[in-house]
């Protein structure tokens, strides 16, 4: 057994934490906590699913055909440069895996989302963490991190747990300013909620070292299904593709996800509410002294001037039956990412808030 050992880097992951689900003693918890979309599933994604169980005794399709011309006749994608996926997660799999091995770097910033350096370490790779600016992913810094080892730089934009976007000017000229041995991949898990911003598909579309992510855990409500895509150069899907199982998405996956991807005015009344709620959260939660930056997410990171005072305002919404994330782990001890709810869940939040801090003054 003990000349039995795990591939080099495997055994520095340390395990993701995802958001909480549960509050002991408490049964109207209102979660908070992993960025899910306050309407549920779309219904068409709901009905097609259905469906789709009078094949469940049939192997899915290899080549993901149907979904990939659904996705690139939504997006004015060509669909033979893209890629799907169980989750973006896996979509990022794929192009650590394929791209970077022992001896390369993977860059990612500060406050990056958890799956990154988890990525790198299960590529064999070694990790470059370089620092942010007030929150925001730092194009020179990166620039500066680059070395003849570096492979893939890692982003997502919007950020996450920041909630912060990056101007499509820097990511621009991030793209431009890396060698072309360096894979950058936009994660684009959030880019819906960002009004006005394509994601960086326009950046894709014309370089042969440009990746962007897309999932559908997020505006499409289908988090527990694990479905998402990846579009870029030619060259780049088929090398991915060949490390991708052959039925890695099941039928009813499939079949929910290019509903989903059609269903555009489903999309339209998620992002409006979303945008609505994000507004008002972020002006109460300023108005009740924690600061935030301006979300382009489907949430709000508060930060509290101390940790103390985080843990008192998180104690009182979960008093109150409300989950929300701690951010330690992303170098923010005293910060709560809160994901923005409907319209009466953002008011069980703001009245929560509201009476912690009206009980302190007393
Ligand atoms: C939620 C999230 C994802 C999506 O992961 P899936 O595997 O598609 O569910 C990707 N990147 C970031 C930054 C996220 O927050």
């Known amino acids: 057994m003990t000349r039995i050992t795990a591939q080099p880097g495997i055994m520095d992951i340390a395990l993701y934490q995802g958001g909480q689900s549960h509050l002991a003693g408490v ?58 996926g169980v989750g973006s997660d896996e979509v990022l799999q794929f192009v650590t895996q394929a791209f970077a091995g022992p001896g390369d770097e993977i860059i990612y910033t500060e406050h990056g989302f958890s799956m990154y350096p988890i990525l790198a370490n299960m590529a064999g790779a070694t990790r470059v963490c370089v620092a942010e600016h007030e929150r925001v992913v730092d194009v020179d810094a990166i620039l500066e991190a680059i070395t003849d080892r570096t492979r893939i730089v890692l982003l997502a934009n919007p950020a996450n747990p ?37 994601g960086g598909i326009s950046l894709a579309r014309d ?8 999932t559908f855990s997020k505006i499409y409500g289908l988090g527990g299904l694990r479905i998402g895509w990846g579009y870029g150069p030619q060259a780049m899907i ?66 509290a001037e101390t940790v103390e005072e985080a843990d008192a305002a998180e104690a009182a919404l979960n008093a109150d039956g409300i989950l929300i994330r701690r951010v330690a782990g992303y170098g923010f001890p005293e910060g709560l ?16 808030l509201t009476r912690w801090r009206e009980g302190a003054a007393a």
């Open 27 to 84: 049964t109207d918890v209102l979660k908070l906590s992993s960025n899910e979309n306050p309407l549920g599933a779309p219904p068409s994604a709901v009905e097609a699913l259905g469906a789709a169980a009078s094949g469940l005794h049939l192997y899915p399709s290899t080549d993901h055909a149907a979904l990939r011309s659904a996705i690139a006749q939504t997006w004015g994608l060509e669909a033979d440069r893209l890629i799907c």
């Open 337 to 352: 990412r809160i994901t923005v709810g409907d319209a009466e869940q953002t008011g069980r939040v703001i009245a929560a």
């Open 162 to 198: 920041t909630g912060t976007l990056l101007p499509m000017e820097e990511l621009e000229r991030l793209a431009d300013g890396l060698p072309d041995y360096v894979i950058l991949v936009i994660d684009g898990a959030y880019v819906e909620f960002a009004v006005g911003y394509d």
């Open 207 to 214: 370089r042969d070292n440009v990746l962007v992510t897309r």
């Open 238 to 303: 088929d090398v991915m593709t060949r490390i991708r199982q052959p039925f890695n998405l099941s039928v009813v996956q499939l079949a929910a996800a290019e509903a989903a991807v059609r269903d555009t005015a489903w999309v339209e009344k998620c992002v409006a509410l979303n945008v609505e709620q994000r507004a008002r959260l972020t002006g109460a939660l300023r108005q009740l002294g924690l600061a935030c930056d301006e979300s382009h997410a489907n949430f709000v990171l508060a930060r």
